[in-house]
Structures are given as C-alpha cells and as structure tokens.
C-alpha cells in the first residue's frame, strides 16, 4: 500500500509562483508539476487558516466543525478565548489514522495545539502558548534538540517588523532551515505512512511583501526588480529547495501533495469593519474606549500588543479591540481576523442583545444593502466583492454560530490591518484568496488530474482512500478519482469505521483563565 507524502505552503498562490517557475527559480516545485498534475484548490469560506486548516484536517466546511475565526465563539457568551485544536468540533482524519494504526508525521499545522494523541508523531502549529507541551509524544521536542534538530515555534510575526523587511525575511530563512532540519529528521526516523509538512513563510511574508511578487499588485513591474525582492525570492528558493529535500523520502509510488489552504491577492486599501459599521450607523464605540484608546495612545498599545500577539504567534491577525456600547449597537465585526463576517446583536444569542429576532430578516436586509452600497470615500470603489447571508454559504451542524452575513474583499482590499475606517494600506500589502495551489504526482496521476479545481475539503477523504483507511466520517468533499484511482475510491465509498475516540485535550479552565487574563490585563477584553 504507497504512502502519502504533503507539504503546504501557506498562503501559496500560482500568481505568485509562477512568474518564479518561469524564471526557473523554483524546480523542484516544477519537477513534481512535471511528473504529475497541478490545479487550484478552493479554500473555504472565511479563507483563512483557522477556518481552512480544520477543514483539511475534518472534510468539513465550517459550519460542520465550527471554526470560524480566531476566538471561539459559543451562543450566549462574549469569550475571546483563542480557538485550539478543541475547538474543532467535528472528528479530524487523525483520528481515523489512528484508527487504522496508520503511522503519521505532522508538523506546523495551524490549530494542532494542544497536540493531539496520534499513532506517530506530531508537532503542533498555529497559536502555541510557550508555557506548554506543543509535541506529541511530548519528547518529539527533546529528540530534536538532542539529534540538533529543534523546533522552533511561533515566530514572522510579521505587523511587529513593521518596516524592517530584511530582519523579517532574515528570520523567515532562519526558521525555515531550522524546520526543514527537523522534518527530515522526523521522516528519517519515523516508519510513516502519512506525512503532512506545513510551511508558514508564504503567509506571513506575503502579507507584508506582496507587492514585490505579486503581479496583480500595481507596484509590482516597478518593485519586482528591486533588490528586497531578490531576497524575498530566495525565501521562496530555500522553500522549493526543502521541497526537494522532502521529496527525496517518498517512494516512486507514493502520493505526493503539494498544497495551500488559500491563496493570496494584493491589497492597497484596508478597512476596519466596526468603523465601517459604525460609519453606517450600526454599531457605537463607548465613550470611555475614546478615551482610553484615543490616538495619543496607540503607539504604545501597539508595542504592548505586539508583544502579546507574538507571544500567542497570532501574528497580528486581530486588530485591536475597542470597547463597543452593546446597548446602542445593531451588528459587529464576528470575524475578526480577517473581518469577512457580521453579525447581527440578536437578542436571546447575544449577551447584550438588541436587535428583537421578529426583525431578523429586515435588520439583516438593511446592513448588507448598506454594506453593498458603502463606497470606500477616497477611492469612490466598492470594497467587497460580494456579501453574502450565511444560508448561502453555511448548511453545517453548527451554521447557528456563523456570521449573519459573509463579504469578499473587491480585488486590491483587505477587510481588516487598518486603524480608520478606510485607508491606505500601510506595511500589509497582500491578504487572502480563496484560489489555492495544489500538485499532486504518483503513477496514477496524470497530466491533466487536476483539470477541474479541487477543494480542500476534498483532501482529508482523498487522502484517506490514498491510504486505504476507512472513514467514520461523512466529509463534504469527495475523494479524487484522478488522484488515487477509481478502485481506492470506489473501495473507500464502502468503508467506515466506528468512531475514534479523540485524543486531543483543550486548554483547562486554569490555562483558559490564564490566556484570557493576558488579553484583558492589556486592554484587549472588555
Ligand atoms: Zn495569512
């Protein structure tokens, strides 16, 4: 039975790859296109990490394992407790692995803290706490630094390099040499049968960068020739040169997959969305949030925040918070790390609930045809792309705790990283996609496998019938015929599994409090 062999580049999209695979600067990305078949994977809907990498892991869109955004979000409470990998609730391929005592490596996958209980051995990525165990077993961190191998975590936060590109991308290459090191010494040293690989660079420099690789963006003829974007290049050659690396260890029968779980477009224009819903008329900042974060303030809160936010490896993803009057607000940001969701103040759902849920539709009418009609003031342009209601987009399990309403950033914006209501991007030059990358080579796959976009969703079923290990979970997306064959995928139709138990364990109560304590003691949390 062939094994399957991934690595995601976060973020990764082919309209920044490929003027590089044109150039010829990345050939082991090439030489797998070549050997096999490449396409765009469809992220889900909000398109980032914390929403996308469960849907990896489970199959799932989101409204069937409830990970919407960084802070987790339960009915009738305002927690901002950082979503782990307890949050994601809905059974994750692992524990089918598991199941089937399918030997698993995985590394830096965002939301695979506290690590999960695997057959194999894992090292947990996204928002890692530096005061606990972030492997499994939990001496995976020792055997690396014995063998001179270790992992270092969080890190590219990339808003606290504000304007010092070259200490990023210096510790962009630092990482990701230190990690590549690790991994091949997991491989090495694992009888594996899965192994899942996450790099993290592409996201966090492109976030800031982008402009330098990204075509679409209007600065690029210009800055694609400057010399930072020589060094940002070489990121991307370590990357394809860990790659090869990695590709060296599979076996000419695996499935090897490379993949992203969004893709990326250039932003020169970035909102805040409770200042646009404010602007709108409706949410209302309090009076004593004015006060304590008044302009004279931000400079240091932001230092402070930095300081925090890296210490959570949140990157700078949530904006900082402003004391909302609850009373005299209709709707509110619900997505705040990337700001694609609202959701109305219903009353009887929220803890301060306004809007009579009898007025539902026609308050929910109300907001979108406003924010379908907002005009960005500077530019005359409309900034979303589309709004949506959350029916269009979520039938899951848990859709009740979705935004009321989703929007897609218009090309050259980003919904959130701004401070005003709307203004010039500053430092962030690119944000999320859903359009993301996928290669994928083995004998069964051919040139034009990937023809027809696939989604992400489809990974965790197409991976598992790659494998030959039944599933106890009814995915939303498919297993790919093109890719492990009609006979493993007719085979995996059949078979399920019971149930796993999950051998995961959230944050305690104790550690809860502890995070929490931290984001409020800086003025973060109401
Ligand atoms: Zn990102």
């Given amino acids: 039975m062939g094994r399957v062999l991934l690595v995601g580049w976060d973020g990764a999209d082919w309209r920044i790859l490929d003027p590089m695979l044109e150039q010829g600067l990345l050939p082991n990305v090439q030489a797998l296109i070549d050997r096999g078949a490449r396409g765009v994977l469809r992220s889900t809907t909000p398109n980032h990490s914390w929403a996308a990498w469960p849907s990896f892991l489970t199959g799932l869109e989101p409204s069937n394992h409830g990970v919407y955004d960084i802070f987790e979000r339960e009915i009738g409470q305002r927690r901002n407790l950082p979503v782990t990998y307890g949050s994601i609730k809905a059974t994750t391929m692992l524990s089918d692995l598991n199941a089937a005592g399918a030997t ?24 890692l706490p530096k005061w606990r165990p972030f492997t499994h077993p939990e001496g995976v961190a020792k055997e690396l630094d014995d063998a001179g191998a270790p992992f ?3 890190g590219m936060s990339w808003t606290t390099f504000r304007n010092r590109p070259d200490a990023l991308l210096q510790e962009a290459v630092d990482l990701t040499r230190a990690r590549t090191k690790a991994n ?26 982008d402009k330098y690789v990204a075509p679409d963006h209007p600065r690029y003829a210009e800055l694609s020739k400057d010399p930072l974007a020589g060094k940002l290049r070489d990121v991307y050659r370590l990357l394809d040169d860990a790659l090869g690396q990695i590709l060296d260890r599979a076996r000419d029968d695996d499935l090897v997959l490379f993949v992203s779980d969004h893709g990326f477009q250039s932003c020169t224009r970035a909102l805040h969305m409770d200042r646009v819903l404010e602007h709108l008329g409706f949410l209302r900042f309090s009076q004593a949030s004015r006060a304590v974060f008044g302009p004279m303030q931000w400079g240091r809160m932001r230092a402070v925040a930095r300081k925090v936010y890296d210490k959570l490896g949140l990157h700078g993803r949530v904006s900082l918070p402003q004391s909302v009057n609850w009373q005299k607000t209709m709707a509110y940001t619900s997505v705040r790390s990337t700001g694609e969701g609202v959701s109305l103040n219903l009353a009887g759902r929220e803890p301060e609930g306004t809007v009579d849920p009898a007025d539902y539709e026609t308050v929910r009418d109300k907001i979108m045809d406003a924010l379908e009609g907002f005009l960005d003031p500077e530019t005359g342009q409309k900034p979303f792309r589309r709004v949506l209601r959350r029916e269009e987009v979520f039938t899951g399990r848990y859709a009740e705790t979705a935004p009321d309403i989703l929007m897609e950033p218009a090309p050259l914006y980003s919904l959130t990283h701004a401070r005003s209501m709307a203004e010039e991007a500053d430092w962030l030059s690119g944000d999320h996609r859903p359009e993301g990358v996928i290669a994928a080579a083995s004998p069964l796959v051919s040139r034009d496998a990937l023809a027809e976009p696939a989604l992400l969703v489809d990974m965790a079923p197409t991976i598992l019938a ?32 019971a149930e796993a138990e999950r051998g995961d364990e959230g944050l305690d109560a104790d550690e809860a409090a502890e995070v929490e304590e931290h984001l409020r003691g800086l003025g973060y949390l109401e």
């Fill in 152 to 154: 270092p975590i969080n």
């Fill in 466 to 497: 790659a494998l030959g290990v039944p599933t106890s979970v009814e995915h939303d997306g498919r297993v790919l015929p093109e890719l492990v064959g009609q006979e493993a995928s007719v085979a995996a139709a059949g078979a399920t599994s």
């Fill in 184 to 209: 091949l010494h997991l491989l090495d040293t694992t009888d594996w049968r899965f192994a899942s690989l996450i790099y993290v660079a592409t996201d966090r420099l492109q976030h800031c960068l």
């Fill in 104 to 127: 698993t490596v995985m590394t830096n996958l965002p939301l695979t803290f506290p690590p999960p209980r695997i057959e194999g051995k894992i090292v947990a990525g996204g928002v």
